[in-house]
């Protein structure tokens, strides 16, 4: 008998990665969900959906869904489920959500979060950004109001919220990986396990505390000054210091030297990063987020283009869901820098996206809004350099050192990288993406899905 109820009003994207994993991880869990299409309609209207779709059940113990659907409007209209505990989920929050203009904000969609969390038991968001920008955000929102406006909502609110991370489930992506990518990789875990042999040996000799959790050690990384070597040494204003889907991602024509495979193409894998060869191959650079607006392509391809002006030397794939209003600047940018694309647009195989992450040096966010970044951590499991903006989720996330303030210093960045690529091909990447899985969050989601002792049907 299911005990624990899955509701989700946009069975898409993280929303059906989250779904699925608590299905397939977590005993006792049932799915109700709608396609992820039409959102607003979702939005507005999936609690009358459920409300029909929903059986009646006394097992039932928890309810658990995401902020899409209004949880005031389904436990109102099926009464039997208000006495379940109620877990809302934020993968993102409609308060802080960037519209053009301020007015083109739909009021009602944020009003329905707030209602929902007022409803909840527990309010849970997949990170401390998300979580405070919400909190920061309800008294000014409620101001649009035109009168008799509620006070204090944050304050009912805070007391139920807890950050819980998005749990991913990093492949294997061994096979995928480019001699120069094994190496780094072997190095770090022999390293690893050398430090956590050390740390086993102080404990047992001083008896103290344990060693800190991973997100912890995370933490106190980030808050360490950025080491004197790597890219942020790069001078990128000194001189010389610094798609087609069936295309192999990693042809090189700009690699004499390549080996070739048995197909007869050249084969632009970096064997060791050492020396010329490292030098050789162009920097492949990899944007894999969706064709949307609010992931500011704009920054992407004025960047690029700044790049190409200069005479830099670069291959690109352009990866990411497109929807039915794509962006203007995809089809203007693509002509333009058409002599570099490896790839453009969606791969619909998961194989094939992970297989051209791992050949690629750097990943870049450009975004405006993002609440976690699935994508950029993907993309760093398969040891891409990630630069992101230093606003959002990612000072959270990311260490200083991957992080850039202003479109300046964005592409100063990657002239530095183009000029040396062998620097992102050394590069240790310190990003600790095992805190972000599901074996370090499970414990936490279980606890979460665990029925009230003092539940009553």
Request: glycine fraction near 4%; proline fraction near 6%.
């Given at each position: 008998m299911s005990s624990v109820l899955l509701v989700e009003a946009f069975y898409?994207?993280?929303?059906?990665?989250?779904?699925?994993?608590?299905?397939?991880?977590?005993?006792?869990?049932v799915a109700?969900?709608?396609?992820?299409?039409?959102?607003?309609?979702?939005?507005?209207?999936?609690a009358l959906h459920f409300m029909q779709a929903i059986p009646a059940s006394s097992s039932y113990r928890v309810l658990f869904t995401s902020s899409v659907l209004n949880l005031c409007e389904l436990v109102a209209l099926r009464p039997d489920l208000a006495s379940l505990k109620k877990i809302l989920y934020f993968h993102e929050n409609q308060l802080v959500y960037p519209v053009r203009k301020d007015q083109e904000r739909d009021f009602q969609y944020g009003y329905n979060q707030v209602l929902s969390c007022l409803v909840a038991d527990v309010v849970v968001f997949?990170?401390?950004?998300?979580?405070?920008?919400?909190?920061?955000?309800?008294?000014?929102?409620?101001?649009?109001?035109?009168?008799h406006r509620p006070k204090d909502l944050d304050e009912l609110i805070r007391p139920k919220c807890?950050?819980?991370?998005?749990?991913?489930?990093?492949?294997?992506?061994?096979?995928?990986?480019?001699?120069?990518?094994?190496?780094?990789?072997?190095?770090?875990?022999?390293?690893?396990?050398d430090i956590s042999a050390l740390q086993g040996q102080r404990r047992l000799c001083l008896d103290g505390p344990q060693a800190p959790r991973p997100e912890e050690e995370s933490s106190q990384g980030k808050d360490e000054a950025a080491p004197s070597c790597g890219v942020p040494c790069l001078n990128p204003d000194a001189g010389g210091g610094t798609p087609d889907q069936e295309e192999d991602p990693r042809r090189s024509p700009a690699n004499p030297e390549e080996d070739r495979g048995a197909d007869g193409k050249k084969d632009a894998t970096v064997e060791g990063i050492g020396g010329a060869e490292g030098q050789v191959k162009p920097l492949h650079i990899v944007w894999p987020h969706r064709w949307e607006h609010d992931k500011n392509p704009e920054l992407l391809f004025r960047t690029?283009?700044?790049?190409?002006?200069?005479?830099?030397?670069?291959?690109?794939?352009?990866?990411?869901?497109?929807f039915v209003d794509v962006?203007?600047?995809?089809?203007?940018?693509?002509?333009?820098?058409?002599?570099?694309i490896l790839h453009w647009g969606f791969l619909p195989s998961k194989d094939d996206y992970l297989r051209v992450l791992c050949q690629a040096d750097v990943v870049i966010s450009t975004a405006k809004h993002e609440f976690f970044g699935v994508a950029m951590?993907?993309?760093v499991h398969c040891g891409c350099y990630p630069l992101c903006p230093k606003s959002l989720v990612y000072p959270e996330i990311f260490p200083a050192e991957y992080l850039y303030s202003t479109p300046d210093q964005l592409c100063k960045r990657l002239q530095g990288l183009c000029r040396r690529p062998d620097v992102a091909r050394r590069h240790n990447i310190k990003v600790d993406t095992a805190a972000y899985s599901w074996a370090a969050l499970k414990e936490g989601f279980e606890s979460l899905l665990a029925a009230r002792a003092d539940h009553r049907p």
């Open positions: 898409g994207g993280s929303h059906k990665q989250l779904i699925d994993l608590l299905k397939e991880r977590v005993e006792g869990c109700y969900t709608l396609p992820a299409k039409k959102w607003h309609w979702r939005a507005r209207t999936a997949n990170s401390s950004f998300n979580m405070e920008s919400f909190l920061s955000s309800v008294a000014s929102f409620m101001k649009r109001m035109p009168d807890l950050v819980l991370y998005f749990p991913l489930q990093f492949p294997d992506v061994t096979r995928l990986l480019p001699k120069h990518k094994l190496l780094r990789r072997d190095a770090r875990v022999s390293r690893v396990d690029l283009l700044k790049l190409k002006e200069r005479d830099l030397d670069f291959q690109l794939s352009v990866l990411g869901e497109t962006p203007e600047v995809f089809a203007e940018a693509r002509g333009p820098l058409d002599a570099h951590l993907e993309a």
